[in-house]
């Protein structure tokens, strides 16, 4: 069970990383540093974005949930 949970762990890790790297810059952070300080009308996010929003909670909340069932795991075995 503990193959498992580490196995969803690491690919949901790597689907959150490649995840937040789709998101567009808000601006006021590292993505002006980087040439992204373009700023856009925060009210009219496109219906992609807000799915791209929603299926990044999601992966969050199994990762999260991946890394409570390995602790508790490995502290009750």
């Keep these: 069970m503990e193959t498992v949970f580490t196995?969803?762990?690491v690919l949901t890790s790597v689907l959150?990383?490649?995840?937040?790297l789709l998101h567009k810059g808000r601006g006021g952070g590292l993505s002006d540093m980087f040439?992204?300080?373009v700023?856009?009308?925060?009210?009219g996010s496109?219906?992609?974005e807000r799915n791209l929003d929603r299926f990044t909670i999601g992966i969050?909340?199994?990762w999260f949930a991946c890394v409570i069932?390995?602790?508790l795991l490995l502290a009750y075995q």
């Design 7 to 9: 196995v969803l762990l």
């Design 16 to 20: 959150m990383i490649l995840l937040v």
């Design 35 to 37: 040439g992204g300080g």
């Design 39 to 43: 700023s856009s009308s925060l009210g």
């Design 46 to 48: 496109s219906i992609a």
């Design 60 to 62: 969050g909340v199994i």
């Design 69 to 71: 069932a390995l602790g």
